[in-house]
């Protein structure tokens, strides 16, 4: 059995109860069907620029109560009340740039679906690309997604190889799941 590696060695020597056991056993590199939650994970990716993972598992409740669920179509009609009310909120990230590139982002999510149907239709129709392409394209259609985010968002949804080693016991479960980067391109 292949060594255990990165995130999965980490956890392996964690105990059951830590947060990011449940993050990883159960969330880390499945593949999501349902757009908002693609959307909460980019803005919790991207809320964990320069913090801990830790950090935002620990506030992650708080992040989908202050952002109606990330409900898209909630988060893109948000105005100046809603931004200062999240930018108030201490149970979040409070930067406005991130609040700011949650809001702009939804409003982009809203217009990839009236486009391609859905913001995992938009996924699936760019699939395979480079980690390099993808970041390419997430720079120029969102705010505030670098090459870090993107490729851990990507590889957090399944659109990435890389999120648990071979030998890690979830790595079967999440090829169960039939994870984009394993699947074969259709034609």
């Known amino acids: 059995m292949?060594?255990?590696?990165?995130?999965?060695?980490?956890?392996?020597?964690?105990?059951?109860?830590?947060?990011?056991?449940?993050?990883?056993?159960k969330e880390y590199g499945f593949p999501i069907a349902d757009d908002n939650h693609l959307f909460a994970r980019l803005?919790?990716?991207?809320?964990?620029?320069?913090?801990?993972?830790?950090t935002i598992l620990n506030?992650?409740?708080?992040?989908?109560r202050a952002y109606d669920d990330f409900n898209i179509d909630k988060v893109a009609r948000y105005g100046e009340?809603?931004?200062?009310?999240?930018?108030?909120?201490?149970?979040?990230?409070?930067?406005r740039l991130k609040v700011d590139a949650a809001i702009e982002n939804a409003r982009m999510v809203r217009t990839i679906q009236k486009e391609h149907g859905s913001f995992k239709n938009w996924l699936d129709a760019h699939h395979p690309l480079t980690k390099e392409?993808?970041?390419?394209?997430?720079?120029?259609?969102?705010?505030?997604?670098?090459?870090?985010?993107?490729?851990?968002?990507?590889?957090?949804?399944?659109?990435?190889?890389?999120?648990?080693s071979e030998g890690c016991p979830i790595y079967k479960k999440v090829l169960k799941a039939r994870p984009a980067w394993a699947e074969k391109r259709k034609g």
């Not at 292949?2 to 056993?25: F, P, R, T």
């Not at 506030?59 to 989908?64: A, G, I, L, P, V």
């Open 59 to 64: 506030k992650k409740e708080n992040f989908f």
């Open 81 to 95: 009340k809603q931004r200062e009310r999240l930018l108030a909120d201490a149970g979040i990230i409070r930067n």
């Open 2 to 25: 292949e060594k255990l590696s990165g995130y999965c060695a980490v956890v392996a020597s964690m105990d059951k109860d830590n947060i990011h056991v449940h993050y990883h056993d």
């Open 133 to 164: 392409e993808w970041v390419k394209l997430f720079k120029k259609t969102f705010r505030f997604t670098g090459g870090e985010i993107v490729g851990e968002f990507l590889m957090s949804t399944g659109y990435l190889p890389g999120a648990h």
């Open 43 to 54: 803005i919790l990716e991207i809320n964990q620029g320069g913090l801990s993972w830790t």
